[in-house]
């Protein structure tokens, strides 16, 4: 741990103040650093938009991308002032970053009613044991479309 990723983590604490004491969502803020600067930021908005995805993490990924012009965020370092949750897990997943630096955990989130261990849970379970239900239709006619995209001359591959 170096003075800037204390320094990139308490910009990231302070994002979530931010937008708490804003009413646009809960405690938790994120920033995107490439090169040792910040190249995006965000808090989350779930409340504020009505959009469940509008988490921290998510919102400073959108921003990176969109700035960098680039669905990946190769060489750059992701702080965020909670551990993700499971969706954000995912997002980061898929953008790739070279680390993430989180200061609060799942457990510390939990004690304030932001617990995601259902979700944890719900992944474990087969699709049909699911609280929501899941129902796969159409299968055969939308295999098509994948069978497509793997013929596909020229695609961006990710």
């Known amino acids: 741990m170096t003075t ?3 320094q990139f983590m308490k910009r990231a604490i302070a994002l979530a103040q931010e937008g708490m004491n804003s009413n646009a969502g809960g405690p938790f803020g994120a920033v995107v650093v490439k090169n040792g600067e ?5 808090f989350n ?3 504020s938009t009505n959009d469940p995805t509008a988490h921290a993490e998510v919102t400073a990924i959108r921003a990176a991308c969109d700035k960098l012009g680039s669905f990946q965020l190769d060489d750059c370092i992701i702080y965020t002032s909670c551990e993700p949750c499971p969706m954000c897990l995912g997002a980061i997943y898929w953008a ?9 955990d799942k457990v510390d989130a939990a ?4 617990d ?3 979700i944890y849970e719900e992944l474990d379970k087969k699709i049909g044991d699911r609280r929501i239900k899941f129902v796969q239709i159409l299968q055969s006619e939308a295999i098509e479309i994948f069978n497509e ?3 596909k001359e020229g695609k961006t591959e990710y």
């Open 4 to 6: 800037n990723d204390i």
């Open 38 to 42: 910040i190249i995006a930021e965000g």
């Open 45 to 47: 908005k779930v409340t």
């Open 96 to 104: 790739r970053p070279k680390a993430v630096f989180y200061g609060c």
């Open 111 to 114: 004690k304030i009613d932001f």
């Open 116 to 118: 995601d261990q259902f």
């Open 149 to 151: 995209w793997d013929a």
